[in-house]
């Protein structure tokens, strides 16, 4: 559909959940993968999933979180499938926690996976996409990216991070043909993250998702499904004069 067929691109966080439905949206468009990811089992799935769609596949088990560890992956995965032309930075951690709760452990937790993680694949990556002249970088953010959520306080400053690196990220790279968008997805069903969200939410008493729905616009909540088109249509060349973008995903849940 988008003309992306035998590129590469990088997921994190593709073992489960959303970033599993990024790989094999762009499987199906024919990208060859490199696949990142903690959770060594969900990680093996999804690059068998990935194969079976006739693309290449180099998974590995790797905590973005640790630099030195992306550094090894990425060059082992860079060497299999000749570098990388898309990088998308999706792993992240979210737990339920008001700052009144928070401690500087679970802080510092949240910040490394979510916002060095970012900093550390983006960096990895990225002297290969300088050379080549292009790249386009797509980072997940979420709608707590934008507006704080009621005991969200951690992940709500990773995710306005991650719109912000991804602001001066796109400054900075687009004289070098490397293009940085981020996309804002709202709530989104049939991932791990949000089975521990609704879990949470009934520990306290507050109403399921399925209550939100009715509040969405669209009067749906989302799929991965829904933030993996966004992704691959933000990372082909349709995207070409789009850079610094952060689109959201929401069902019109959130507008701004
Ligand atoms: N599900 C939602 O409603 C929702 C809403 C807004 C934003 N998002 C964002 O979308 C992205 C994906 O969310 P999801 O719901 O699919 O999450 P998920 O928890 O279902 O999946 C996250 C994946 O990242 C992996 N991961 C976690 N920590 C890692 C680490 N340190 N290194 C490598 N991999 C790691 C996990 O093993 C898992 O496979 C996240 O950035 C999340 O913040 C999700």
Known sequence: MYEISGRSA??????????RSIALRLAA???NLA????????????????????????????????????DTATADAGTTLGGFD?????????????????DAEHFGKVMSVN????????????????????????????WAGKTALPQYFAYCTSKFAVIG??????????????????????????????????????????????????TVPMRRLGEPEDVANCVAFLLSDQADYLTGQSINATGGLWTN
């Open 165 to 214: 690196m991804t602001q001066a990220m796109a400054v900075d790279l687009g004289q070098h043909g490397i293009r940085v968008n981020a996309v804002c997805p709202g709530i989104i069903m049939n991932t791990p993250t949000r089975d521990m969200a609704e879990a949470e939410a009934r520990a306290r008493g507050l109403p399921p998702a399925s209550e939100r729905a009715k």
């Open 86 to 102: 898309y990088l998308v930075n999706n792993a992240a951690i979210s737990h339920r926690n008001s700052i009144i709760e928070a």
């Open 115 to 142: 916002v060095w993680g970012v900093f550390n694949c983006s960096k990895a990556v990225l002297p290969g996409m300088l050379k080549a002249g292009r790249g386009s970088i797509v980072n997940i953010s979420s």
């Open 10 to 19: 990088l997921i994190t966080g593709a073992g489960l959940g959303i970033g």
């Open 35 to 70: 696949l990142f990811d903690l959770h060594e089992s969900a990680l093996g799935e999804t690059a068998g999933l990935a194969r079976s769609a006739g693309v290449k596949v180099a998974a590995h088990v790797v905590d973005v979180s640790d630099a030195a560890a992306v």
């Open 29 to 31: 468009e024919g990208v």
